[in-house]
Nanobody, 114 residues
Framework: QVQFVEGGGGLVQPGGSLRLSCTAS????????MGWYRQAQGKQRELVAI???????DYADSVNGRFTISRDNAKNTMYLQLDSLKPEDTAVYYC????????WGQGTQVTVSS
């Protein structure tokens, strides 16, 4: 089974930026369409960005124009660049298959607060 390790989260002020990373225990980002999810406290997990095998991307309306998904197949790592952060972006962020069908990692906490 694949294991994901997410990192790069932290505390940032509104308007700030973070770069999240997701490393997999085996080659996967060139095999499946992948996505970034987030789960805010008391809310359901939501899909915020996806990348197809061909490299096309799509974003939830709430993050479109502010977040950018990318991957480095050689490093077996996927990234999520978070810009113009808002308090409502506060959540634990996870990576997974775009359908969420693989084992979940521990996620990385992003807190946007002044």
């Amino acid at each position: 089974q694949v294991q994901f390790v997410e990192g790069g989260g932290g505390l940032v002020q509104p308007g700030g930026s973070l770069r999240l990373s997701c490393t997999a225990s085996r080659t996967i980002f060139s095999t499946f369409p992948m996505g970034w999810y987030r789960q805010a406290q008391g809310k359901q997990r939501e899909l915020v960005a996806i990348m197809s095998l061909g490299g096309s991307t799509d974003y939830a309306d709430s993050v479109n124009g502010r977040f950018t998904i990318s991957r480095d197949n050689a490093k077996n790592t996927m990234y999520l660049q978070l810009d113009s952060l808002k308090p409502e972006d506060t959540a634990v962020y996870y990576c997974n298959h775009k359908l969420g069908i693989l084992p979940w990692g521990q996620g990385t906490q992003v807190t946007v607060s002044s």
